[in-house]
C-alpha cells in the first residue's frame, strides 16, 4: 500500500522569497517520487523525480527537492519564487510500479 | 514528438449519452492510463494498460470502459454519462523509470 499526505492545501509567498511545499509518504517497497506542476487549465508536467539515486534532485524551473527516508518526507523547494510559480504542486509516490498515488495537491500564490 | 494528445478539450453530454475520449501518444510506451481529477481529490486512477490487448482497472472504474488495440492509442468510453463524471480526464503514458507524462486533459460536463 502507499500513500501521499501533502501538509499545505494552500502557500502563499512573496516574490523573491524561499518556497517550501511539504510532502510526507508511505509505501511498502522502496518508492519512486515526483512532484507534477499544473498551472491554470492545463496538463501536468513533471519538476522533477526521485528514483533511488541521489537524495536531493533537482529539478526544472530552479526546484529541487530532498528525498529523507527517516522521516518519509519529500519536501519541494525552491530559493526565489517567481510570479510564474503560482499553480498548483503535486506530490506522488510509486511503490516501483506503474501505478501511482498523488496527493491532494498544495495551491501556490505568489504576491507581488 | 507531440507527446500524448487528447481530443477533444471540452466535452457536454446529457445524461444518459455515450462518447470516446481519445488519447494517443508518440512516445512508444507500453504503460498508458486515465484519470480523472476533482477539486480537493488529486488525481484518481480510473483505468490502465501494460501494452496492446492488456487493460485493469484503476481506483474508480465504474462507469468507463477501455481497450488498447494498438501501442499508441487508448481511448475511454463513457457507457451511459451521469452527473458525477462531470471532471477534467487525463490521459498519461509512462516512461521506464515510472514517470507519467500527460496529455492536456479533456474537461467534461454532464447535465
Known amino acids: 500500500a502507499q500513500s501521499v499526505t501533502q501538509l499545505d492545501s494552500h502557500v502563499s509567498v512573496s516574490e523573491g522569497t524561499p518556497v517550501l511545499l511539504r510532502c510526507n509518504y508511505s509505501s511498502s517497497y522502496s518508492p519512486s517520487l515526483f512532484w507534477y506542476v499544473q498551472h491554470p487549465n492545463k496538463g501536468l508536467q513533471l519538476l522533477l523525480k526521485y528514483t533511488s539515486a541521489a537524495t536531493l534532485v533537482k529539478g526544472i524551473n530552479g526546484f529541487e527537492a530532498e528525498f529523507k527516508k527517516s522521516e518519509t518526507s519529500f519536501h519541494l523547494t525552491k530559493p526565489s519564487a517567481h510570479m510564474s510559480d503560482a499553480a498548483e504542486y503535486f506530490c506522488?509516490?510509486?511503490?516501483?510500479?506503474?501505478?501511482?498515488?498523488f496527493g491532494a495537491g498544495t495551491t501556490v500564490t505568489v504576491r507581488a | 514528438n507531440a507527446g500524448v494528445t487528447q481530443t477533444p478539450k471540452f466535452q457536454v453530454l446529457k445524461t444518459g449519452q455515450s462518447m470516446t475520449l481519445q488519447c494517443a501518444q508518440d512516445?512508444?510506451?507500453?504503460?498508458m492510463s486515465w484519470y480523472r481529477q476533482d477539486p480537493g481529490m488529486g488525481l484518481r486512477l480510473i483505468h490502465y494498460?501494460?501494452?496492446?490487448?492488456?487493460?485493469d482497472q484503476g481506483e474508480v472504474p465504474n462507469g468507463y470502459n477501455v481497450s488498447r488495440s494498438t501501442t499508441e492509442d487508448f481511448p475511454l468510453r463513457l457507457l451511459s454519462a451521469a452527473p458525477s463524471q462531470t471532471s477534467v480526464y487525463f490521459c498519461?503514458?509512462?516512461?521506464?523509470?515510472?514517470?507519467?507524462?500527460f496529455g492536456p486533459g479533456t474537461r467534461l460536463t454532464v447535465t
Open positions: 512516445m512508444n510506451h507500453e504503460y
Open positions: 506522488v509516490v510509486s511503490s516501483n510500479d506503474y501505478k501511482l498515488s
Open positions: 494498460s501494460v501494452g496492446a490487448g492488456i487493460t
Open positions: 498519461a503514458s509512462s516512461g521506464l523509470e515510472y514517470e507519467q507524462y
